[in-house]
């Protein structure tokens, strides 16, 4: 549901995804911190294609955690403070 968007969109396709939630479950798999931010319960999906088979992992994502994925999406490494104060008002903002 969130090709090709950004911004103002993908925020308010994220906040249309967070009334569609209200009384029922809903999975969704985003790329954009901007939807990402808006769920209730945080999770990353880390492919190994070099394990034979395949293997994928699904944690589970608490406190700094969701903050530091937010990070990652944004595009920014780690220690990037600019992007850790953007993925936190990204939530506070949620």
Known sequence: V???????T???VGEHLRQLAAGRQ???ITHLPQVAALGELHFTIEKDANAVPARTTVRSLEGDQVVGELVRMLGAGEGDRAASRHARELLRAA
């Open 2 to 8: 969130d090709a090709g968007i950004g911004g103002h």
């Open 10 to 12: 993908a925020r308010a």
């Open 26 to 28: 809903i999975l969704c």
